[in-house]
């Protein structure tokens, strides 16, 4: 296929177009910018080069001179949404609290580009806007006593934390949008059937556990708790 290289190549290390000819028509901005649109309106299996192309008003073929691999789509795509986090000039000083607040900021990206979550990997963190979030987050804990893998086992624990609950509260609310019933309706009679389970007696500690504490569960204590028992674990 047209542009796409013989050996394993990061994107960021390609010309902005490969081989000869006019002025490219667009930047990787501008695709990456289309993607995300598509991935934002119709969720990330709707993105393809050829719905990218038609938002672009381009040939599909065309892109790959740009983007060979989609793959280095999915990245140039990570990489806009990363560079929505608002970084303060200079960290705060307090590491714990910095963290949080960058936990939270992620948090609330995830749930503007449900997409994002199925996206985080490794693979995805050589960019220019994921390396200078990286290279803040160090900043902060720059007066944490740790070694440098541990802080990235920290950043990499925070983050997981952050994706999988932000994965949930996603997956849930899809779920809720999709059910012929409203959401209500779906709680009571999941509830009432799990009343009539713990009545029988069969399920002693969870009975016990219910009269101790019968909900509702509130989601934010529960996301600042898992993220507090990470940094507490970190701590010196």
Same mark, same amino acid.
């Given at each position: 296929?047209? !542009?796409?290289?013989?050996?394993?190549?990061?994107?960021? $290390?390609?010309?902005?177009?490969?081989?000869? !000819?006019?002025?490219?028509?667009?930047?990787?901005?501008?695709?990456?910018?289309?993607?995300?649109?598509?991935?934002?309106?119709?969720?990330?299996?709707?993105?393809?080069?050829?719905?990218?192309?038609?938002?672009?008003?381009?040939?599909?073929? *065309?892109? +790959?001179?740009?983007?060979?691999?989609?793959?280095?789509?999915?990245?140039?795509?990570?990489?806009?949404?990363? !560079?929505?986090?608002?970084?303060? #000039?200079?960290?705060?000083?307090?590491?714990?609290?910095?963290?949080?607040?960058? $936990?939270? @900021?992620?948090?609330?990206?995830?749930?503007?580009?449900?997409?994002?979550?199925?996206?985080?990997?490794?693979?995805? !963190?050589?960019?220019?806007?994921?390396?200078?979030?990286?290279?803040?987050?160090? *900043?902060?804990?720059?007066?944490?006593?740790?070694?440098?893998?541990?802080?990235?086992?920290?950043?990499?624990?925070?983050?997981?934390?952050?994706?999988?609950?932000?994965?949930?509260?996603?997956?849930?609310?899809?779920?809720?949008?999709?059910?012929?019933?409203? #959401? #209500? @309706?779906?709680?009571?009679?999941?509830?009432? +059937?799990?009343?009539? @389970?713990?009545?029988?007696?069969?399920?002693?500690?969870? $009975?016990?556990?219910?009269?101790?504490?019968?909900?509702?569960?509130?989601?934010?204590?529960?996301?600042?708790?898992?993220?507090?028992?990470?940094?507490? *674990?970190? #701590?010196?």
């Amino acid at each position: 296929m047209a !542009g796409r290289p013989p050996v394993p190549e990061v994107i960021w $290390a390609r010309p902005e177009r490969a081989g000869r !000819g006019p002025k490219p028509a667009f930047s990787r901005a501008d695709i990456a910018a289309a993607a995300v649109r598509i991935a934002d309106a119709e969720g990330l299996d709707a993105v393809s080069m050829r719905k990218v192309a038609a938002e672009l008003g381009c040939g599909t073929m *065309s892109l +790959y001179n740009y983007v060979p691999r989609k793959e280095d789509l999915y990245e140039l795509m990570l990489d806009v949404v990363s !560079g929505g986090y608002d970084l303060p #000039e200079k960290p705060s000083g307090d590491w714990r609290a910095d963290m949080t607040a960058l $936990a939270h @900021q992620a948090r609330a990206m995830m749930h503007r580009h449900t997409w994002v979550p199925r996206l985080m990997s490794p693979v995805y !963190g050589f960019s220019p806007n994921v390396l200078a979030y990286m290279e803040y987050t160090l *900043s902060i804990l720059d007066g944490l006593d740790a070694r440098f893998g541990e802080k990235m086992e920290l950043i990499a624990m925070v983050n997981g934390v952050v994706t999988t609950y932000t994965a949930n509260e996603i997956a849930t609310a899809e779920r809720s949008r999709s059910l012929p019933w409203t #959401e #209500e @309706q779906e709680h009571a009679a999941r509830t009432n +059937y799990l009343i009539s @389970q713990i009545m029988t007696g069969k399920y002693p500690r969870l $009975a016990a556990g219910f009269a101790e504490d019968s909900g509702p569960i509130d989601l934010e204590g529960v996301f600042d708790r898992a993220l507090g028992r990470v940094l507490d *674990s970190f #701590e010196r």
